[in-house]
């Protein structure tokens, strides 16, 4: 059996059964105890309430009980003036979030996890939204585990612009990236159930880059949708068949419908009658293809 490989001054070649003891004992993590979380009893849901979207807003999710929920992913919407935005200002779209991932985490269980993907947004100036809510989801007692870079580089047009063209005037970075943030609730560690990943997803998607390519929003019929992929990737990476995924702004239903092909339940909430309806019926098509088969 090979020896484990430790924390070294110079770092180390492998991680072979590693001990990184002296680097969480270093003055950095002194005062970075996790959270932890002193129940880790799990109510079930509703059967009801199992693969529903509710019509409401997820600012209060009186519907779910306490700790019943394994993993959240969502895309927040930007608050950027598509069509289904309010035009919020900074602080009241952050205390809208504060309260939906407040909620979040009561519902979720000791361990359970949360996934959230955005972008930042503007130029002038610059809003690193990402920031803002890592901060935001410290606060209401969340441990983060760390960031996924997005990278949709081979998907983006060349429509974007740069500002001063060839010059140092006023060079404009393009965004050619989201960032999806990945948080737990109490411990890091989930006592283990059925898995579904292969060794090549695991290997893969343990990766902090991953490589995607965008949806057409048209043929989503929703202004802001993401990838099938994402949600996949996080639902097979941080959950066991049959757990029970939630996204607080389902949309189009994208998170519900990777929930159901990797052999896990759904619950989403929606306020636009016309996504709601979008989403049951992209669900609800599935779902008579999951009866037949």
Known sequence: ????????????????????????????????????????????????????????????????????????????????????????TLNEYLELLTKVFSETYRVLVNGGRACINLANLGRKPYIPLSDYISKIMIDIGFNMRGEIIWNKASSVGSSTAWGSWQSASNPTLRDVHEYILIFSKGDYKREKKENTISRDEFMEYTKSIWNMNTVSAKKIKHPAPFPFELPYRLIQLYSFKEDIILDPFIGSGTTGLAALKTKRKYVGYEIEEEYKKLADNYLNAEKMKLTLM
Do not use: C, Q, W
């Not at 019509?55 to 209060?60: A, D, F, G, Y």
């Not at 700790?67 to 069509?83: A, E, G, R």
């Open 1 to 88: 059996m090979k020896k484990g490989t430790k924390t070294s001054s110079f770092g180390t070649s492998g991680r072979i059964n590693h001990d990184a003891t002296k680097f969480y004992n270093s003055r950095m993590y002194k005062n970075l105890n996790g959270k932890t979380v002193l129940s880790k009893i799990e109510t079930k849901l509703p059967s009801e309430i199992e693969n529903t979207i509710i019509m409401s807003s997820s600012e209060s999710m009186k519907e779910l009980p306490d700790n019943s929920i394994h993993l959240m992913i969502t895309s927040p919407p930007y608050n950027v003036s598509k069509d289904y935005d309010d035009d919020l």
